[in-house]
């Protein structure tokens, strides 16, 4: 008991570093608003159109801009300043808020206003997010990392119960533009810490960027690390099958299987992201601490398989809630775990590359799982799509684990700048 709570306790050490905390402080706020806004467009385009098509084609045009942008965001993100590109995209990304929340207010807004801000918003993440993952370890240093990057997990995940039941009250007493003005509000703060800091970023001597020629490097480099490439097969399954129906399902689960309205939205919300904190709190630190990682990763994907067949079948607030509080305990698991890793794993000067493909193949992909699954939805029935995707997941998990026979028996070295970063257990 004593060793848990010793790992629990040394799972928070990066806050020790001053950056670091500024910065997680106005990521905090900056998120909540990103959650009332997730929770408040998805209830909007489900007012708009009623149609669960529509809500999977604003999740794919969010996703597709990885698929199209992630290889060189990577590139980007390691020529330049991270900080200042953090500033920028924070900036465009309020903007983007506004603009919504404007047509909202005066009742201009149609549907493919929120495509064409959904397309935008993408673009911008799909340098953020990469920018992002690499700035934490330019705050917390490569021993940190994991730590970091599970800290930056905890905070989204105390968003996501926050800012979606925020949100649906609001949306049910105030009406939906309230939702998107606070979001644009929030990105001031991440704004204000990320110019009071001093990130530790070592650009190279040599400024002048080849994309093709570093992406190129970076994909061979994936080519030899097969360890790294089960981490993405993971991570990927993981959002095309689970988070691709948290971002673009719910209001059809929330309206056609609970007959419920902006609140029951935001309740499924909350408590999706309430068990993604318990998972981050107490699961994460001593799942990360295991010494057969694959296993592990493994067990998690088919624990989030069952709970979405729960979750299918689920006919009341108080049954859908729970499924989606411990089916989500596994989805931070995986991709926080996914993230740490390959980036424990990856030499620096790779990293960003490394975390661009990651992004686009993990996220980019999402691209096609919402629309297939809006696309199901509509014509088989929501709760039909969400159990296709629980037996997909269950099955592909148990495919994984009997047939990738190295997955089950690595762990994690001490990272270098050599590619063989992983050793074998005997």
Same mark, same amino acid.
């Given at each position: ?146 730590? =970091? $990057?599970?800290?930056?997990?905890? @905070?989204? +995940?105390?968003? %996501?119960?926050? *800012?979606? &039941?925020?949100?649906?009250? /609001? #949306? ?106 318990? =998972? $981050?709190?107490?699961?994460?630190? @001593?799942? +990360?601490?295991? %010494?057969?990682? *694959?296993? &592990?990763?493994?067990?998690? /994907? #088919? ?124």
């Amino acid at each position: 008991m004593t060793s848990v709570f010793s790992t629990l306790r040394d799972s928070f050490s990066p806050l020790r570093f001053p950056n670091f905390r500024i910065y997680l402080s106005g990521q905090a706020v900056s998120l909540i608003g990103t959650w009332l806004q997730v929770t408040a467009q998805a209830w909007l385009v489900w007012t708009l159109t009623g149609s669960e098509e529509a809500s999977g084609i604003v999740a794919m045009l969010g996703a597709l801009p990885f698929l199209i942008f992630g290889p060189f965001a990577g590139v980007i993100a390691e020529r330049y300043d991270r900080r200042k590109l953090l500033i920028g995209t924070q900036i465009a990304a309020m903007l983007l808020a506004f603009a919504l929340a404007i047509l909202v207010q005066t009742q201009l807004v149609q549907l493919w206003h929120v495509y064409l801000l959904s397309f935008l918003l993408g673009t911008v993440n799909a340098l953020d997010v990469p920018t992002q993952q690499t700035f934490l370890g330019d705050l917390s240093g490569t021993s940190e990392l994991r730590k =970091a $990057v599970n800290l930056n997990a905890m @905070i989204l +995940q105390v968003s %996501r119960i926050i *800012g979606p &039941a925020i949100a649906g009250l /609001a #949306v049910a007493r105030l009406g939906i533009a309230p939702a998107f003005w606070v979001n644009g509000l929030s990105f001031l703060a991440v704004v204000a810490s990320l110019v009071a800091l001093k990130s530790n970023q070592k650009l190279g001597e040599n400024k002048k960027a080849q994309p093709l020629r570093d992406l190129m490097e970076a994909l061979r480099y994936l080519k030899t690390q097969p360890r790294i490439q089960d981490l993405f097969i993971f991570s990927t399954l993981t959002v095309l099958l689970v988070i691709s129906i948290l971002l673009s399902q719910l209001p059809a689960v929330a309206d056609k299987l609970l007959h419920g309205n902006a609140e029951t939205l935001g309740t499924l919300q909350a408590a999706s992201g309430a068990g993604a904190l318990i =998972a $981050v709190l107490f699961i994460m630190p @001593i799942f +990360q601490s295991l %010494r057969r990682s *694959g296993v &592990a990763l493994s067990l998690a /994907a #088919v624990w989030m398989g069952i709970w979405l067949l729960v979750f299918s079948t689920a006919r009341s607030i108080p049954v859908s809630a729970m499924a989606l509080f411990f089916g989500s305990m596994g989805a931070p698991t995986v991709i926080a775990t996914a993230l740490g890793m390959v980036q424990f794993m990856t030499p620096p000067e790779m990293r960003a590359r490394i975390l661009s493909l990651f992004t686009m193949i993990s996220f980019g992909l999402q691209t096609f799982a919402v629309l297939i699954i809006g696309f199901v939805a509509e014509r088989l029935g929501i709760a039909t799509a969400i159990e296709i995707n629980a037996i997909i997941l269950i099955g592909s998990a148990v495919l994984m684990f009997v047939f990738r026979t190295e997955m089950r028996r690595w762990e994690m070295a001490r990272p270098t700048n050599s590619p063989a970063v992983v050793t074998e257990l005997i």
